[in-house]
């Protein structure tokens, strides 16, 4: 089967110094000699050299004029670079399209228009040369279009090396087979990404789950550590109330011993907190001892019963007192 023949293109660029126009500042710029030519390198390495004559120039400029936009002039070259170093181009000068063939001298750029501070750069020599970079048949040298121009500081040729990349873009493929080739290196190189991904997918999905292991452990150290602190806590509070129940029976026999409390108020005085009962008692004046109720029937002649002497002991009066009050009533 015969193999495809079709156009392939490479790309190249050369430098020329600015020459002077009124004010110091010119308004069109040498872009490439006559040809054939070579660059100081020995540059071009595919075929005898590059050409230019009046035909060849007849139609690059056809099909710069046949563009929708002005050709730009850019610093060093930073247009072509910016997808690879991410910095901004901004532009030096538009160039309207328009060019010129002068024999013996070879191609020109006419009605440039310089942006912004670029003049007085020029001016100032902060940068003395313009470089064109042109696509060019690799087979016979023959320039095909301007790509785009630079203003730079570096002589002669400028930029091949950087603009490799620039190069393949631009070029199309001479047979079916290298197109098949190319083809076979892009998806090997994206297998090989893909592959990678697969990797780093692995080591992530492996580090999340010893993540989720040790969360996992957290929670349970977390539960353990809560259930000892709630068993701590109830512990605590079942032995003050221990303390409590035995201070309240404690207080209780001795307020019954001592005469505060009667003992019919002795099952009133069980259901009281022990603060409670501690204010009553507090506040509660022991009976003598020939003033207290035994089991419940007069001990003292007075005739009082126990909720009586209860009350007495609450006045403070005595059982006696308390007996003629009770009678004059």
Known sequence: MPKKTVTKTALAALTFELLSGDGGVPNEA??????????????????????????????????????????????EH???RSEWNGQPAPAAGWIPRTMEWRETKGLYALGINWVGDTVELIKQKKYRYISTVFL???RTGEVLEVISVALTNTPALDGLDALADLARKHSVFSTEE???????????????????????????????????????????????????????????????LTAEKSKHGELLQAALTDGR???????????????????????????PITQRQVDGKDGGGH??????????SRMGVSPEDFTKAKAKA
């Open 136 to 138: 060019y048949d690799p």
């Open 261 to 287: 409390l009667v003992p019919a108020q002795k099952t009133w005085a069980e259901k009281q907190t022990l603060a409670a009962l501690t204010e009553y008692l507090d506040a509660t004046n022991p009976l």
């Open 178 to 240: 290298e197109a098949d080739m190319a083809d076979e290196k892009q998806v090997a190189a994206l297998t090989a990404e893909r592959d990678g991904l697969k990797t780093e997918t692995v080591a992530l999905a492996a580090e999340r789950d010893g993540l989720k292991t040790q969360v996992a452990a957290l929670a349970t150290e977390r539960d353990n550590l809560k259930a000892k602190v709630d068993a701590a806590e109830k512990e605590k509070a079942e032995a003050a």
């Open 78 to 80: 930073q247009s072509l």
């Open 303 to 312: 005739g009082l019963n126990e909720e009586e002497l209860a009350m007495c």
């Open 30 to 75: 040498h872009l490439l000699p006559p040809g054939p030519f070579r660059a100081v390198d020995g540059r071009p390495f595919e075929c005898d050299g590059w050409k230019l004559d009046a035909a060849i120039a007849a139609r690059v400029i056809a099909r710069a004029a046949a563009q929708k936009t002005d050709i730009l002039i850019d610093f």
